[in-house]
């Protein structure tokens, strides 16, 4: 397991709960607008030892709710059942941001009951999935049986999408909304352009792109909101 980041508080990352989060490294997806580009291969720096953030969160216990596990992928990471039951022996719940794509591990943690959260990333329609994920082809079928068990575990969760000038149309989104028809809630935030993205140049939508296409999930979803957009 490489640890290429750790924030000691956000207010962000966990909904409702003050919380630290750790950046894994390794990506299977290679999505051209990341923010997190710098994680997504083996060659990602180190930056902290699981000892050294598990001392850290010891000592912050009493002021943190949660902790936030995200990469990268985090389902990659060998020892990840691990890491996060010894954050739980802290006394502090752990969600977990995904893409799905390895539904079997987080179908075990579950299992386990090592979840408290679920984020998992809809990156577009299934059609234009692969083009979005930044990869030849991809099984959708991994990424449905996700969206399935989430929807059933029984924990609470969000699915989300970066919605991309370039990559996403309004036919995306309906796509998306059958793909996780019956879901609680869905978000949808807008790109935001940065020095850290792996293919520069996209650009964001206006609001009122961004309320067309919460308009056209509805109809799929219970709730409906976008994230980091003033109404």
Same mark, same amino acid.
């Given at each position: 397991m490489k640890i290429c980041g750790f924030q000691k508080t956000t207010l962000l990352d966990y909904p409702g709960h003050v919380a630290a989060t750790i950046f894994l490294g390794l $990506?299977?997806?290679? $999505? +051209? @607008? $990341?923010?997190? &580009?710098?994680?997504?291969?083996?060659?990602? /720096?180190?930056?902290?030892?699981?000892? /050294?953030?598990?001392?850290?969160? *010891?000592?912050?216990?009493?002021?943190? /709710?949660?902790? $936030?596990i995200t990469g990268g992928e985090p389902t990659l990471s060998c020892g990840l059942d691990q890491l996060i039951r010894?954050?739980? *022996?802290?006394?502090?719940?752990?969600?977990?941001?995904?893409?799905?794509y390895r539904p079997d591990v987080i179908k075990a943690l579950c299992a386990e009951g090592l979840l408290d959260y679920i984020a998992m990333d809809i990156k577009s &329609? +299934?059609?234009?999935?692969?083009?979005?994920?930044?990869?030849?082809? !991809?099984n959708m079928f991994l990424i449905s049986e996700s969206v399935r068990f989430i929807l059933s575990s029984g924990i609470p969760y969000e699915f989300r999408t970066t919605a991309v000038?370039?990559?996403?149309?309004?036919?995306?989104?309906?796509? !998306?909304?059958?793909?996780?028809?019956?879901?609680?809630?869905? @978000? !949808?935030?807008?790109?935001?352009?940065?020095?850290?993205?792996?293919? +520069?140049?996209?650009?964001s939508f206006r609001k009122e792109e961004l309320l067309k296409f919460a308009d056209i999930v509805r109809p799929f979803v219970k709730e409906v909101s976008l994230r980091g957009v003033d109404y």
């Open positions: $990506c299977n997806f290679r $999505c +051209p @607008f $990341c923010h997190n &580009s710098d994680l997504l291969t083996g060659d990602a /720096e180190e930056q902290f030892t699981v000892d /050294e953030v598990l001392d850290t969160l *010891k000592k912050r216990a009493s002021m943190l /709710e949660g902790v $936030c010894e954050i739980r *022996k802290l006394g502090l719940k752990v969600k977990l941001d995904t893409n799905g &329609s +299934p059609e234009n999935y692969a083009m979005t994920a930044g990869v030849r082809s !991809i000038k370039g990559l996403h149309t309004e036919e995306d989104f309906a796509g !998306i909304g059958r793909l996780i028809q019956g879901a609680e809630r869905y @978000f !949808i935030q807008n790109y935001v352009e940065s020095d850290r993205v792996l293919y +520069p140049g996209f650009s």
